[in-house]
């Protein structure tokens, strides 16, 4: 019997019962007691995908690495045990770069002073570098023409000479 008194009082003042929600505050103090569990499946997840992506990124640069030696200057290396002036031209082309990259640096600290001379210098040895790259094209067609391969010296002779007579023009 007691039940139903009970149960009759909540029913007949059920009203009053949910005048008092929780405030947000409280609602947030609730929250940080709750204890934090990050489930093992999710951290597997992005781990998994973490090295799904490395492994992408590896396998693209290796791919990108293999296809640019065997389009582009692959087929000149490959040549290199067969023909004695392409080897020549390798260590020619090692060695000009070299010094015209040397030279290079002591010129852009030039730049500061001279900023026309930036200019200038990077548009003539763009011209030469787009003249290059015709020769290498032309080489790629026709490996044991010394003539091409000649002209291809020569480039490389004017880019030093270019750059060493700019290191003399200007005293910085």
Known sequence: MKNDRLEDFVRTHRDEFDLHDPSPEMWAEINRKLPVTVSK????????SVAAIFAVVILGSTVLIRSLRSDGGGTVVAQEEADPEVKELLEAEAYYAQQVNGKLEEIRKCYALNPELQVEVEDDLTELEQMYD??????AENVSNKAVIEAMIENNRFRLKLVNDVLEQVNC
């Open 41 to 48: 499946r999710s951290v597997f997840v992005r781990w998994a």
């Open 134 to 139: 015709v020769l290498k094209e032309d080489l």
